[in-house]
């Protein structure tokens, strides 16, 4: 009972930053999306330790093991847009396939960066 409302309390707590990203993108006039913004958000709350890790730690590993789960949907969608793929596939996979080279490039990159500071912060 402890960790379910444990569980409940931390996915209020992100609930709580992804609709603070996606009023700050009403607002503002953001030309990204509001989830990314909340990421974003996310993301400094736990570089300046505003947010502790262990506070949505239950949350996010019950997420990440489940993620799977949550593309379902978006394949039930894509087998809706056959036509699309027929006459626009070849863009959409160019697209498709420079942006996850990017990605991850850029999150193979981000992660030797990390690895290399902790290893020079623990050396010293």
Known sequence: ??????????????????????????????????????????????SFKIIKIKWIEAVSSWLLKHLAFFFVPIAAGLMNMAGLFV?????????????AFAGIITAGKTAQVFITKKEEDTAN
Do not use: D, T, W
């Open 1 to 46: 009972m402890k960790r379910a409302f444990a569980i409940c309390l931390q996915l209020g707590i992100l609930y709580a930053v992804y609709e603070s990203g996606n009023i700050l993108v009403h607002f503002l006039h953001l030309i990204i999306p509001g989830n990314v913004a909340g990421m974003m958000i996310l993301f400094l709350l736990l």
């Open 87 to 99: 006459h626009k596939g070849l863009p959409i996979l160019l697209i498709l396939s420079v942006s």
